[in-house]
DNA sequence: CCCGGTTTTAATCAAACGTTTAATTAACAA
DNA sequence: TTGTTAATTAAACGTTTGATTAAAACCGGG
């Protein structure tokens, strides 16, 4: 006889969802090719069988583990752009603080297995193979090419190229200390808090606006 | 009655280095788990053992290609140190420029394989697992402590935990742009170009140094 | 010419891989 | 209860993996 689960068809969505935080860990700790279905099933509690039964293959796996956090970082950020811009034009740091924080504070937030999809995310951001170009075309070039219209019209001077390259770089700062790797606190013998947001997000958010300004006045020298 | 190789000793140092280019590409292209002995053995035209004999297991031989580029690039950084503060404290632009020089030249020479072992350092470099953060340990953070106190050097007004961190953005920024990922390009319809060097070192340079004084007066809001 | 050490080769090992299959179990409607 | 559908399982498929071995090919110095 065995224990009744009181939930009624409380199956499914646990097996799916602990698909998907295992596969999350699974692919930032060790990569697409490094991490293995058999270990994601383990780690899930789960029959390997049971992967390929809600996500087909590898791939599709890898797609919906970026689908999933992308999604909410997206909503967020689109949100926030519909209110900056519904009457005057904001500033650069509010429009930038805007675009960073949703990403900043999910790499912060390991109740929600943040910091793993960090080290993801900033894994297929930099490569250049089809699928990690697939996972940035499909999930964050929407939103990328809103967000750096944005940045041009709160600074008209500023021309679309060096927009491009100001929006870059600033997403690079945010992703590099979503993942933490201890490498700040190791070069600064424990003088840097990876784990306070606000500071990160304040030092990045001062950091990006006073590089992307730069870019502005770059052009005439 | 084989075709008799000119050159002395010829089998020997081919070999290795067919099988560090190789291995090099795999690495960046798939990552570690990824790539595997098999393929770097065939893409460089070489008997699979050869990758055993000269070095052991797949562990050192990702250490050795490391090893092989950071190498170059740490020779060209310390020598530049050395010469920037034999008379007077240089500006900041100077030495951020004399950092990163190197660094993004070896991303943009393709020559030396350099936009393959781009994609790889900034893989590792936004790891956690063992492998990579031996590697940037074993091979980048001394280099970094040394650039972190040339940067306190040059403004003494920055605490330390803000020179780690303007160290760590400046440095994140310049690698996104070693690692072409075609998605500056995409996103600006082609108007950005990965190719220019000395435009994209300009950059990097301007918006990396307008970010460290950023941070040097954000204490005091 | 043959010798000694290095380099290269083909063959093979056990283990792990992604995926598929067929059978079993659970849940709910009729 | 029975029929139907969805969820879950154990087992196996063929392939590929990193690594090892022992023998062959190559080479310059005696």
Wanted: charged share 25%; hydrophobic share 45%.
């Amino acid at each position: 006889m065995p224990l009744a689960p009181a939930v009624q068809q409380g199956r499914q969505k646990d097996s799916r969802t602990a698909i998907l935080d295992a596969a999350e860990r699974a692919f930032a700790d060790l990569g697409f090719g490094g991490a293995s279905i058999r270990a994601i099933a383990r780690d899930a509690d789960v029959n390997q069988a049971m992967i390929h039964y809600y996500y087909q293959n590898k791939d599709q796996l890898f797609s919906a583990v970026v689908a999933r956090r992308s999604g909410e970082i997206n909503t967020r950020r689109n949100l926030a752009l519909d209110a900056l811009f519904d009457g005057d034009i904001p500033t650069l740091e509010v429009l930038v603080e805007a675009l960073l924080r949703p990403t900043i504070e999910l790499g912060h937030d390991n109740e929600r297995g943040g910091d793993a999809y960090a080290r993801l995310i900033v894994s297929f951001n930099n490569s250049a193979d089809d699928r990690s170009r697939r996972a940035a075309t499909e999930h964050y070039d929407p939103i990328a090419r809103r967000s750096i219209g944005a940045i041009m019209r709160v600074m008209p001077e500023l021309e679309k190229a060096a927009a491009v390259r100001g929006y870059l770089f600033a997403i690079s700062v945010a992703l590099s200390v979503m993942a933490k790797t201890g490498r700040a606190s190791r070069l600064s013998d424990g003088l840097c808090d990876d784990t306070d947001t606000e500071e990160t997000v304040a030092s990045v958010v001062a950091f990006a606006c006073a590089g992307i300004r730069a870019l502005a006045n770059n052009k005439q020298k």
